[in-house]
């Protein structure tokens, strides 16, 4: 998580690793109700920009998340 951001819920899902896309994104927004998370595929070229009510959900070609998930 970036240092810029604060957030009173959990800013990291390293549990979702492996998980299907779809199933990360419901737990993320169950757990973090100040974020949304976006499913992003493996390869996809995405801002840079750090936004502390966003978390990228990386997947491949199959539908299963590729990184941990955090907010950034």
Do not use: F, H
């Amino acid at each position: 998580m970036s240092d810029q951001c604060q957030s009173e819920g959990k800013s990291s899902w390293p549990e979702l690793l492996g998980a299907q896309g779809t199933d990360a994104k419901a737990t993320i927004e169950s757990e973090n109700s100040s974020v949304t998370a976006v499913i992003v595929p493996e390869g996809s070229i995405v801002t840079q920009d750090i936004r502390c009510d966003r978390v990228r959900v990386w997947v491949d070609s199959y539908g299963i998340v590729t990184r941990v998930p955090i907010i950034q």
